[in-house]
């Protein structure tokens, strides 16, 4: 089975431009998460998705939003882009809306970095 | 609030020592989970560990072992006899029961073991 797929793997964009970054769960995961990686952080939750339904946001301003298809996938779209966006972008899916009883299981990640 | 604590930001070993990972957790939650996740260069986050706050038992799995310890909020990871595949960053991160998938992760501990 495939793992989490996540593109584009890089991308460079100029600020101010709009991005939409892509996820495609583990078969049968119905919750996706969105991360940001900065580089020499730890990721920062950003939205949790279940069923199509947005479960949780994390402290981003409202120029990130996400949404989640009927088949799971999800995209993670930022406007406006600033230079401090740059960072790695991860998505993790898990089997049910609180993944802890079944873990989380996160891609390699989109590397966003914008001039 | 939650706040997952990696006071080790790099060290670095000779291949086939043991080292330890520190990992300290604040929460006010009585029910709450901790993991170890390892990313390789890759960037991909590899889940290696979850434990819940009820099971204080320590766990060893190979050469890799984990010591939770609620009266400290500690949850520190040793590697045995490192490997050179050891090498990469790990992080230690908490979620708790309640709303979202959100994983609290700590600022990560850059591992480096030298043949």
């Known amino acids: 089975d495939a793992g989490v797929t996540q593109s584009p793997t890089h991308l460079i964009k100029t600020r101010g431009q709009h991005v939409t970054l892509r996820c495609s769960p583990i078969s049968g995961h119905k919750s996706v998460s969105w991360y940001q990686q900065v580089l020499g952080q730890g990721p920062q939750f950003i939205f949790q998705?279940?069923?199509?339904?947005?479960?949780g946001r994390g402290n981003f301003p409202d120029r990130f939003s996400a949404r989640q298809f009927p088949n799971y996938s999800s995209e993670l779209n930022v406007n406006a882009l600033l230079l401090g966006d740059s960072a790695l972008y991860l998505c993790?899916?898990?089997?049910?809306?609180?993944?802890?009883?079944?873990?989380?299981?996160f891609g390699s990640g989109t590397r966003l970095t914008v001039v | 609030a939650q706040k997952v604590t990696q006071a080790q930001t790099e060290i670095s070993v000779v291949e086939k020592e043991d080292v330890t990972l520190d990992c300290v957790y604040e929460t006010r939650d009585t029910t709450y989970y901790l993991f170890w996740y390892k990313q390789p260069p890759s960037g991909e986050l590899v889940f290696l560990i979850r434990r819940n706050s009820f099971d204080e038992q320590n766990e060893i799995s190979g050469r890799y072992s984990w010591n939770f310890q609620k009266s400290t909020s500690s949850f520190n990871f040793t590697i045995t006899a490192s490997q050179v595949v050891d090498s990469a960053v790990y992080f230690c991160a908490l979620s708790n029961r309640e709303g979202a998938q959100k994983l609290v992760f700590g600022q990560g501990t850059r591992l480096t073991i030298n043949p």
């Open positions: 993790a899916s898990s089997l049910a809306s609180w993944g802890t009883n079944y873990g989380y299981t």
């Open positions: 998705y279940y069923e199509k339904e947005e479960r």
